[in-house]
């Protein structure tokens, strides 16, 4: 829990000091990520240049962006591979995660330094894996809490089941690859024949077929959801985000079955219709990509009808579906990793309204798009900067020791005893009597926000 720090002339937003600082003692300062239109002020000091973000696997060119823009060092390739003690983040985009289990050596992770994963994270990320997951908890909680997730059927082992069911109905099912994006390999089917018969998985869900429609087309959300912390869970939602129409006018008519562009909205699968419009005017009503905000105003001004309680469920879907997955996530966490700072994770929920504007999840990403044109840049840029300040970088040791007085001297700070480096003490995952007396304190105390920062600190 931090403050947005101390900054100077904050009549001038565009001014912005280089450090944050907790409001918590003896947490060191972070650096502070800068929007588009801000600058630091006083300069950052180039002793905390050498802060690394380091690519292995490349890196979006808006995060690309955000890192120089704040006047650190990226590297990437093979590079990146390289230790370095003034790494202190890595940005790892390999689609390793949608696998059936972690190919990332997180028990090997510097203590200083940041990762954009969680261990387990397969659990939700993978379609076959979040429905499993998800049905625990339906049959838990119920359907009242958990029916959000279409009806989903894992082929080979419930194609009995499947073709019993389209057997008595000739409802349109929706095949998907469990660990695919983009809109790769999913189609409509109406069919028994059309079933999947392959060895490997396969995910066949009911498809909804009641949309609520704009102009006539059908569409999505992709909201962007932020976990710093599993244990306790700690999730962030953005309050702007993607609207992705499809193409073509929507309809039920079992002859266009096989037209994606009705029937899906993934911008990878709708750009390549000769219809598609490039949205480059945010906040205005045209093209097939909005971003959220002009969703709700068109909801507002066009239709009359009040978004907030439609976004209070989303976002009551977004916490449970992350729930969904906490159990195996804090687990691999626990094994795998001795320090609260190591991970974050960035994710893209897809969600649907039907036409009784409920909110549907379609997918977990755990690798979200992170596009430069126009609409998606008017979200994603001011998205990652506000993501990093919230998940806070620590200026790494070596660069404190050696060069504590010079930054000082250059920010204008006073002398101060404590390092202005990372503290490992304060993110140890070992608790003492009194660590586990406050925690089971503040879990079971019903506070409201206010009065638990006032107690908590």
């Not at 600058?39 to 690519?55: F, G, I, N, R, S």
């Not at 029916?147 to 929706?174: C, N, Q």
Request: proline residues 6%; neutral net charge.
């Amino acid at each position: 829990m931090e403050t947005q720090g101390k900054e100077k002339n904050e009549d001038k937003t565009t001014s912005m000091f280089p450090l944050r600082y907790s409001l918590f003692p003896n947490v060191p300062p972070y650096i502070r990520t800068l929007l588009p239109d801000q600058h630091y002020d006083p300069p950052l000091p180039q002793e905390l240049m050498k802060m690394t973000w380091a690519a292995p696997s490349g890196i979006s060119p808006v995060v690309e962006e955000s890192v120089k823009h704040a006047g650190l060092t990226l590297t990437q390739g093979q590079a990146a591979k390289q230790d370095s003690p003034y790494i202190s983040s890595v940005w790892e985009t390999l689609p390793i995660t949608e696998k059936g289990k972690d190919e990332i050596d997180f028990s090997g992770l510097n203590a200083e330094v940041k990762i954009n994963q969680f261990p387990g994270l397969f659990v939700i990320g993978r379609k076959d894996r979040l429905w499993t997951c998800y049905e625990k908890m339906m049959k838990t909680f119920g359907r009242n809490s958990f029916g959000f997730l279409p009806r989903t059927y894992i082929v080979p082992e419930d194609r009995e089941e499947l073709e019993k069911v389209m057997k008595a109905s000739d409802k349109a099912m929706i095949v998907k690859p469990p660990n695919w994006y983009c809109g790769i390999g999913i189609k409509l089917i109406n069919k028994i024949g059309d079933i999947p018969n392959k060895k490997n998985k396969m995910v066949v869900q009911e498809y909804i077929d009641n949309p609520f429609l704009i102009n006539g087309l059908k569409f999505d959300l992709r909201l962007y959801v932020l976990l710093t912390s599993i244990d306790p869970v700690k999730i962030y939602l953005y309050e702007e985000g993607l609207v992705r129409f499809a193409t073509a006018k929507y309809s039920n008519d079992p002859a266009e079955i096989g037209n994606n562009f009705i029937h899906l909205t993934n911008y990878s699968v709708n750009k390549t219709s000769s219809d598609f419009v490039f949205n480059e005017s945010p906040g205005e009503y045209e093209g097939h990509k909005w971003n959220l905000r002009t969703l709700w105003k068109y909801f507002d001004e066009e239709l009359g009808v009040d978004w907030r309680p439609v976004w209070e469920a989303t976002k009551d879907v977004c916490v449970k579906t992350v729930l969904c997955g906490h159990q195996h996530i804090k687990q691999e966490f626990s094994r795998q990793l001795k320090s609260e700072y190591s991970c974050y994770k960035l994710f893209g929920f897809d969600i649907f309204f039907d036409q009784h504007l409920k909110p549907w999840l379609l997918e977990v990403n755990n690798i979200p798009s992170i596009h430069i044109n126009t609409i998606d840049a008017f979200v994603n840029r001011p998205m990652v900067a506000e993501m990093f300040n919230i998940v806070g970088f620590h200026i790494p040791k070596v660069i404190a020791a050696k060069h504590q007085k010079a930054i000082e001297d250059k920010l204008k700070m006073s002398r101060s005893e404590q390092s202005l480096g990372h503290d490992h003490r304060v993110y140890s995952r070992l608790r003492n009597k009194e660590d586990i007396a406050k925690t089971e304190q503040f879990s079971c105390d019903d506070l409201c926000h206010e009065e638990y920062l006032e107690r908590i600190l």
